[in-house]
């Protein structure tokens, strides 16, 4: 494993965020145990109490379920904890430190006039980033010293511009030495964007001809789109076998098109010559921002900085291993605002015993509850291309 260090994050208050600084800056992401889990439990008594004493509605909300931060000491106990579905954080701007401390805020692109605002203070953005670098380091995928060429299936940033996805696949562009960085989702300079499919697949042939490893990051369906094209076409090219085939965002408004996820692969492998295990998959959001990413055998690990429950659809009552329900991720990386405990509009399942030798659980997504009222930013990327009519 590579274990490259970075500098360590401050807490906005180091007396009081101890422990949060201490699990924030682990740079074993998978690490198991008693001891990580006695961690986990102190940092998240520290940030209820953070968020109790700074925000007027998480105080009311734990006074409503009668929560004392304090008598939260065991894994089991993390299930009381009162939720706070991920749709609030469309309607309400919540913030735990003062306005003036904030660097950052990111919304989602859902095309509904629901759009997730997640605000950031230095700690919250700057730990969520070093999550993504303790994970790339453990899958040896960061190479500075590698000239790379990129191609990212995201919206091209465009003056002003805070969505969520371009802030990452542009960050995710720092693990390798950027040669060339070409946007499939084209700003057009009226604010919106246009999904280039034949310069897509000029770009991949370009990048073929030039040598050097690609990376891939960005929404499934345009690389689907893009990998379809070619084999309609009877094109292909052969990229470097280091190259990374990194996605993210899912597939809901291109629902009716989305192939299984491994089929996927094998059509990357098959048109673009990278193998199997250099095609992964992650997953988040803006209201919860800690990295799941698949492993070699392609699935979501929980990392040190999260526990993830699912949820009964029905009682929200936490489920066993096997049974579908809504995902609840549980976190106390986020000292801005008190995104906690938030229950997303997935549905998903909880597994164990992972082939790859992790030992902790992972989830499979199954889906999204109420698609249309709960729409991620796959949704404005894929109706894009009904106005391309491919």
Not at 8 to 19: G, K
Not at 114 to 119: D, G
Not at 253 to 279: F, M, N, S, V, W
């Amino acid at each position: 494993m590579n274990t490259q260090r970075t500098k360590p994050l401050m807490v906005p208050d180091p007396a009081a965020l101890a422990s949060v600084q201490l699990l924030c800056n682990s740079r074993d992401p998978y690490r198991t145990g008693p001891e990580q889990d006695t961690l986990f439990i102190r940092a998240m008594q520290e940030i209820l109490l953070w968020h109790q004493q700074r925000s007027p509605f998480f105080a009311a909300l734990l006074e409503s379920k009668q929560i004392d931060p304090l008598k939260i000491t065991r894994i089991r106990d993390l299930a009381r904890i009162p939720m706070v579905h991920a749709n609030f954080f469309k309607t309400h701007e919540l913030l735990s430190v003062d306005r003036s401390t904030l660097c950052s805020s990111l919304t989602s692109s859902g095309t509904t006039g629901q759009k997730s605002q997640m605000f950031y203070d230095p700690f919250t953005l700057l730990s969520g980033q070093g999550m993504v670098a303790a994970i790339f380091s453990y899958y040896e995928w960061i190479k500075p010293n590698q000239p790379t060429n990129y191609l990212l299936y995201a919206y091209e940033p465009a003056a002003a511009s805070r969505l969520g996805t371009s802030h990452t696949n542009t960050f995710l562009c720092k693990f390798a030495q950027e040669a060339r960085v070409t946007f499939a989702l084209r700003a057009t300079g009226t604010g919106s964007h246009e999904f280039d499919l034949f310069g897509a697949i000029r770009t991949l042939q370009e990048y073929a001809d030039e040598g050097l490893p690609v990376r891939i990051f960005g929404f499934p369906s345009f690389l689907y789109f893009t990998l379809v094209r070619m084999r309609d076409l009877g094109l292909s090219v052969t990229l470097p076998p280091d190259s990374l085939v990194f996605l993210g965002g899912g597939w809901k408004g291109a629902a009716g098109e989305q192939i299984p996820k491994l089929d996927l692969y094998a059509l990357i492998t098959d048109r673009l010559g990278i193998p199997d295990d250099r095609c992964r998959e992650g997953y988040g959001s803006v209201e919860h921002s800690v990295p799941y990413v698949e492993c070699s055998h392609h699935h979501l690990h929980q990392p040190v900085w999260s526990r993830v429950l699912i949820r009964d659809v029905t009682t929200l009552e936490p489920l066993d291993d096997g049974e579908p329900g809504f995902l609840h991720f549980i976190t106390p990386h986020t000292t801005s605002v008190p995104a906690v405990s938030v229950l997303m509009g997935d549905l998903a399942v909880m597994h164990h015993d992972c082939p790859c030798g992790l030992e902790t659980p992972y989830f499979e997504v199954l889906g999204r509850a109420g698609v249309s009222k709960n729409r991620s930013c796959a949704v404005a990327a894929a109706e894009l291309l009904q106005r391309e009519a491919l």
